[in-house]
């Protein structure tokens, strides 16, 4: 099975082209360094030609309001387009657990809006929707310092390894198009406050954290149940210790 993979060099994609690659399948990575620019549409045709597969783990370079909508939807819009002449019998996306829960977000907006791109092409498709990675860690700190301290709400989420996210959209892209939303997530629930201390402590960072139920995660106040996966959510196997473990050698 050839599956391309839309942004393929980067942290999720290197990994569903290596685990694809592993069972077999003709895994193709898709991004700005190989000739495929999914903004301006360059190599775009070129890249998906012949795949049976497409899969979308790209992310917008900037995260402002409008920034994030225009690179979704406009890539996203190429995308289909493409797929479409190529004869794509599945589009698989990578969004973001409770991304319809939170409007106030511009970046949980733009997700949103692609999501609906997709489930309104016509071509069959999977939505993938993960929780933050456990290598998010300081770029949630980094959104969230005011003055030198970080402020985050003490809310629930269930974070989970790069590895595990990579697996799932793997999985969903060699299976057959559900039509619809799967929701994955790690296997324990952390205070998002209490979490993202414990990675600045681990890496020497002196920052303190600022527990504030108010305080905003990417442009939105949230409660213990808006990063949360429903009941049905497939949960990776990785603990946050056993990554930690690994990532220290």
């Known amino acids: 099975m050839k599956v391309v993979v839309i942004g393929g060099t980067g942290l999720i994609g290197s990994k569903v082209i290596e685990k694809l690659s592993a069972h077999g399948h003709e895994a193709v990575p898709a991004a700005p360094q190989t000739g495929c620019n999914t903004i301006t549409n360059e190599g ?3 890249a998906i030609a012949g795949a049976d597969v497409v899969v979308d783990v790209s992310n917008s370079p900037s995260f402002a309001d409008d920034d994030v ?3 979704f939807t406009t890539s996203t819009g190429n995308l289909i387009e493409a797929a479409k002449k190529a004869g794509v019998g599945h589009y698989v996306a990578l ?3 409770g991304c319809d829960r939170l409007p106030d977000s511009g970046y949980l907006r733009a997700k949103v809006a692609q ?4 489930a309104g092409s016509g071509i ?3 939505i993938v929707r993960a929780t933050q990675f456990f290598e998010f860690g300081k770029s949630i700190a980094d959104a969230a310092t005011v003055n030198g301290q970080v402020h985050l709400p003490p809310a629930y989420f269930q974070p989970m390894s790069s590895d595990d996210v990579a697996a799932a959209v793997g999985r969903q892209a060699v299976g ?3 039509d619809g939303v799967v929701e994955v997530g790690g296997p324990e629930k952390f205070r998002m406050s209490e979490f993202v201390a414990g990675a600045l402590e681990r890496t020497g960072d002196p920052r303190v954290v600022v527990s504030d139920p108010h305080a905003k995660y ?3 106040e949230i409660d213990d149940q808006s990063l949360v996966p429903g009941p049905d959510a497939l949960l990776g196997e990785t603990t946050y210790d056993a990554w930690v473990a690994a990532n220290a050698r």
């Open 44 to 46: 775009v045709d070129e």
């Open 69 to 71: 909508l225009d690179f």
């Open 95 to 97: 969004s973001v657990v």
């Open 115 to 118: 999501e609906k791109l997709i």
């Open 124 to 126: 069959p498709h999977c």
């Open 176 to 178: 057959a198009p559900v």
């Open 218 to 220: 990417f442009g939105t």
